[in-house]
């Protein structure tokens, strides 16, 4: 929950269970307006627990050549109302766990707070058996059993004020060592720049 300005980040090895390659999020709206955010990702090893975040940030996080972030957040490096979506995978994934927090003001600053998923309103599983992947997984073209994990919300149901429009300038996917808000990263996908607005049209990702 550190403020992104200060994140380091080298070139080297991560924790295999922490090692991820493929991250996704998509966004999408049913037949009763309600919008839904998806998101997925693989890991390299199954042993073990896995935490993969998903952070939706208003304002823009860009990774610098030399080792540092930039972050346009204005509330202490994100902006207030941004949304984490946590997927963990435990027992090497045989049971999913999926956390929602948004980053608010608290005493002495800002930081994520956990909000409940309303009843039948979010859904989280990993890989029941191996799978042939499209594209590039790790390993090669086959993910094993618990390999893959992917989850969903409805953001209406969530986040009672989101409204027609949630503006989305960065999607940040990355791995860290447990549910601690001070966990240490391990693993990250560069940080996309994106212009995105739910509303009446199909969303899509630029």
């Known amino acids: 929950d550190a403020n992104p300005n200060t994140y380091k980040w080298k070139t080297g090895s991560a924790p295999q269970k922490d090692d991820i390659q493929n991250g996704l999020a998509y966004?999408?709206?049913?037949?009763?307006g309600n919008?839904?955010?998806?998101?997925?990702?693989?890991?390299?090893?199954?042993?073990?627990?896995?935490?993969?975040?998903?952070?939706?940030?208003?304002?823009?996080?860009?990774?610098?050549?030399?080792g540092t972030f930039t972050s346009a957040g204005p509330n202490d490096g994100r902006t207030a109302g941004d949304v984490l979506l946590t997927v963990h995978l435990t027992q090497g994934g045989s049971q999913a766990?999926?956390?929602?927090?948004?980053?608010?003001?608290?005493?002495?600053?800002?930081?994520?707070?956990?909000?409940?998923?309303?009843?039948?309103?979010?859904?989280?599983?990993a890989n029941i058996d191996s799978i042939v992947a499209r594209g590039t997984a790790l390993g090669g073209?086959?993910?094993?059993?618990n390999q893959f994990g992917e989850a969903a919300v409805n953001l209406d149901a969530l986040l009672p004020n989101f409204g027609k429009c949630f503006g989305i300038a960065t999607v940040f996917i990355r791995t860290k060592a447990s549910t601690s808000s001070s966990a240490v990263l391990k693993d990250f996908c560069?940080?996309?720049?994106v212009n995105m607005c739910l509303d009446d049209t199909p969303p899509v990702l630029t």
């Open 27 to 32: 966004f999408s709206e049913d037949n009763s």
């Open 141 to 145: 073209g086959l993910y094993a059993k």
């Open 97 to 125: 766990e999926f956390y929602a927090q948004r980053w608010q003001a608290v005493a002495g600053g800002y930081d994520y707070v956990t909000i409940p998923f309303p009843t039948g309103q979010a859904f989280v599983a």
């Open 35 to 66: 919008h839904w955010m998806r998101v997925a990702g693989d890991r390299q090893s199954t042993s073990g627990d896995s935490y993969i975040d998903y952070e939706f940030l208003q304002a823009t996080l860009k990774k610098n050549a030399n």
């Open 190 to 193: 560069e940080p996309v720049q």
